[in-house]
């Protein structure tokens, strides 16, 4: 298969080159050429920008044919709308990476691909931090307008793993064993009561190696792509993670509301943490993926995703990292509070 990747340097996109290397693909990437490629001579390396209004925009695309397109950076319909119509007839089927924020709601759990998204935003608006899920339902109508039967869009909630650059998952496995990334930390770890909380993750490469199989197999639809709904909870996680610690902190269970108390912010305060009384969000961590389970996704175990984080990121460059975790100082103060 020519499969065509629009990004693939950073993450998700760096996990389906490799995926598709490894099952003999002739792969091209597409970037603006600002990170190092870790596949030296085994990829075709095109370089632009995927918004026509920035030089040299998309030239580097004006000529080429593929059997599948996978959009890993696609945002913002104009510029999703760029690379899809310049692409059609010279590509078959065109995968974009969306989200499960694309969905109008996610206070109800179980919810499926036939579920609402949310409305379009006004065509000019293209903020992406405040209207990031908007916007994906839109990139989705831009490609299946060009695309119709060949386009395959999929709905990921948290993506995890190695080279993943939000520290979400990062920050549990960091604070349970390499504590001195996080610099220096008490003896306990402050956890997200109750430990039942569900949690819903997929590391980047099950994700990664399962959507080349959709190019591969050609299969058209509309997925949600996580671990299964009830899985896992928190308190499997912090058990994976102290099992894989060679001297984990001791796990202190906070309830909400001493987190509400010591202002901590929910999910970019404490990575993971949905609170119980957030009803708008109740099931963000809880939605359907059975679809893409019978198109063939597997989640890994969450050791496995844990042991290979670990090992990342004591390889990593770790400057600048944690800007959205519980800070040491809250930390302390929280632990101090509970024994008042
Ligand atoms: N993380 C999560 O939990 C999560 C959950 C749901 C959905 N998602 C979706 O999953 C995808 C993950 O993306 P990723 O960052 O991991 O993908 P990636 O393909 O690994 O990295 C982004 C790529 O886009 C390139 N790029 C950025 N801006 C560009 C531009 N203007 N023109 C050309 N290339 C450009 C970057 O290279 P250069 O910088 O060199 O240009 C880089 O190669 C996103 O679509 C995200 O919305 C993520």
Request: hydrophobic fraction near 45%.
């Amino acid at each position: 298969m020519r499969l065509l990747v629009l990004g693939g340097t950073r993450f998700l996109g760096r996990h389906v080159v490799d995926a598709a290397l490894v099952r003999g693909h002739a792969v091209t990437i597409f970037t603006r050429g600002q990170n190092p490629l870790p596949w030296s001579g085994q990829v075709e390396a095109l370089t632009g920008n995927r918004d026509p209004r920035i030089a040299p925009g998309l030239a580097a695309l004006g000529h080429g044919v593929w059997d599948a397109v996978v959009d890993t950076s696609g945002y913002v319909p104009r510029i999703v709308d760029a690379s899809a119509s310049l692409l059609k007839g010279r590509a078959t089927r065109y995968l974009l990476v969306s989200s499960i924020s694309a969905y109008a709601s996610s206070a109800l759990p179980g919810q499926d691909g036939a579920a609402p998204v949310l409305p379009p935003v006004d065509r000019d608006n293209e903020d992406i931090p405040n209207n990031y899920g908007a916007l994906k339902a839109s990139c989705e109508d831009v490609v299946t307008q060009h695309f119709g039967a060949g386009a395959t869009n999929v709905r990921p909630g948290l993506i995890v793993g190695p080279f993943d650059p939000t520290d979400r998952f990062a920050y549990w496995v960091a604070r349970f064993i390499h504590p001195a990334l996080l610099g220096s930390r008490p003896q306990q770890a402050v956890l997200p009561a109750p430990a039942k909380r569900p949690i819903q993750v997929i590391d980047g490469r099950d994700l990664a190696r399962w959507m080349v199989a959709l190019l591969e197999n050609d299969i058209a639809g509309t997925f949600n792509a996580c671990s299964p709904e009830g899985r896992w909870t928190i308190g499997d996680l912090i058990d994976a993670l102290v099992d894989a610690a060679p001297s984990p902190p001791e796990p202190a269970w906070i309830d909400e509301a001493t987190l509400h108390a010591h202002a901590v912010k929910p999910w970019t305060g404490l990575p993971l943490w949905v609170p119980s009384n957030d009803s708008d969000h109740t099931g963000f961590m809880s939605f359907d993926c059975t679809k893409a389970a019978h198109a063939g996704l597997t989640a890994r175990f969450l050791a496995q995703t844990i042991d290979d984080t670990a090992a990342w990121l004591v390889a990593r460059d770790n400057v600048g990292a944690w800007k959205n975790v519980l800070s040491a100082d809250t930390e302390r103060a929280i632990l101090a509070g509970d024994i008042r």
